[in-house]
């Protein structure tokens, strides 16, 4: 059997810890090239998962493969996307899709003229809670969804490696990093309506204070240049509001991670997930005590990339939906900045 090959862009910490091992357990695919601005970086990874090329070119690792996985800081997503695109190469990038709208639309023409796939990876789909929520909510259990509540929620947790906190490298912090899975999912839950307004407001005071109290590691405040905790509220065309909000840093009793929807005939919350309803003349709250396909989420995504480059299944991902999520993310920092509600108009 020929095997679907695959190069890795970004031989950082969720290339080495989630995705080279996700793809080992498929064995359509093989990774067969890597590269990093840090070719030490990508040699370490090339001998200890016994990788065949290291890259130092990026045309070059593209005229060797058939997909390439984007697993750069947020800044170089786009740009490696749409040249992998344009050399005829599949293409699943890390999230968020890219720093901005204006990106994501490049992202998508270079997809639709090539005809490749463009998927990101927005793994919270993949959680069997995720996809038993998705099929609860398609049935019409819970009618038309009318209010969601996101809440990505950490308690003094800033990630204290890598470049989340660099506003060039991101684009932002906690709402691009974290908020934009429990936003994304949120939106494929409910049918992908587009945003049209949002209103936001960004802080980043606690992580600029001294000494910091933070569970993941040492910020210094100096450097610190993103926003740790965001609020927002979005207006969906389908008529549906979203209350977001997302922290890093939070002065909170303990994380919280969750997604509640309020539907014209009942509710549903994600994380745990329980269904919420009015019937025979009682309130009921049904707790789910089995799920089916208990598999691990990055080995489903990278399962279902693979087939997709394949032929054999349609994406679970509509390019535009990300980028509904971009939109949204770009337009809460720009609401943050002028202190007032954003139009989306794209
Ligand atoms: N899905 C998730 O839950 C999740 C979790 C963490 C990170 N991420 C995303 O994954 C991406 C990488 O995050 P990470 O934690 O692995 O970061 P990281 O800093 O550990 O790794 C990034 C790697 O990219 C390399 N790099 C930087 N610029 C490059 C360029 N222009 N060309 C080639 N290589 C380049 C760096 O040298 C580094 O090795 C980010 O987009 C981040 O948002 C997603």
């Avoid at 809670?129 to 990505?152: D, F, H, M, T, W």
């Avoid at 933070?214 to 549906?240: C, K, M, Q, Y």
């Avoid at 909000?245 to 997930?273: H, M, R, Y």
């Amino acid at each position: 059997m020929t095997k679907l090959k695959i190069g890795i862009l970004g031989t950082g910490e969720i290339a080495k810890g989630r995705h080279i091992p996700a793809f080992h357990h498929v064995k359509e695919a093989s990774i067969t090239a890597v590269m990093d601005i840090n070719e030490e970086r990508a040699q370490n990874v090339a001998n200890t998962f016994n990788i065949e090329h290291v890259c130092t070119d990026l045309g070059d690792m593209l005229g060797k493969i058939d997909a390439l996985l984007i697993t750069t800081p947020n800044k170089f997503h786009a740009p490696a996307a749409i040249q992998a695109l344009n050399a005829g190469v599949h293409v699943m990038c890390e999230k968020p899709m890219a720093l901005n709208t204006k990106e994501c639309e490049d992202m998508i023409a270079a997809a639709e003229k090539s005809c490749k796939v463009l998927t990101i990876a927005y793994h919270y789909r993949f959680m069997k809670e995720a996809r038993a929520a998705k099929r609860i909510i398609a049935s019409g259990e819970i009618g038309e969804p009318l209010v969601i509540r996101i809440k990505a929620m950490r308690r003094r947790k800033v990630p204290g490696w890598g470049v989340f906190t660099n506003r060039d490298l991101q684009g932002g912090g906690t709402l691009i990093d974290y908020g934009c899975h429990l936003l994304d999912l949120a939106l494929w839950l409910t049918g992908s309506s587009k945003p049209t307004e949002v209103s936001g407001t960004t802080y980043n005071h606690v992580s600029r204070q001294k000494d910091l109290v933070n569970e993941w590691g040492t910020i210094n405040p100096a450097t610190f240049e993103v926003e740790d905790h965001a609020t927002a509220f979005i207006r969906l065309e389908s008529g549906a509001t979203v209350m977001l909000e997302t922290s890093w840093a939070a002065n909170i009793f303990q994380d919280e991670e969750t997604i509640s929807i309020s539907g014209t005939k009942g509710g549903l919350d994600v994380f745990p997930l329980r269904v919420n309803k009015a019937e025979n003349g009682v309130l009921l709250n049904s707790d789910v005590t089995w799920m089916p396909e208990d598999r691990p989420f990055e080995i489903l995504q990278a399962e279902h990339f693979v087939q997709c480059c394949l032929g054999d299944c349609v994406p679970l991902f509509d390019a535009y939906e990300s980028m509904f999520v971009s939109s949204i993310i770009e337009s809460v920092y720009e609401s943050a900045k002028i202190g007032r509600s954003v139009q989306i108009k794209r």
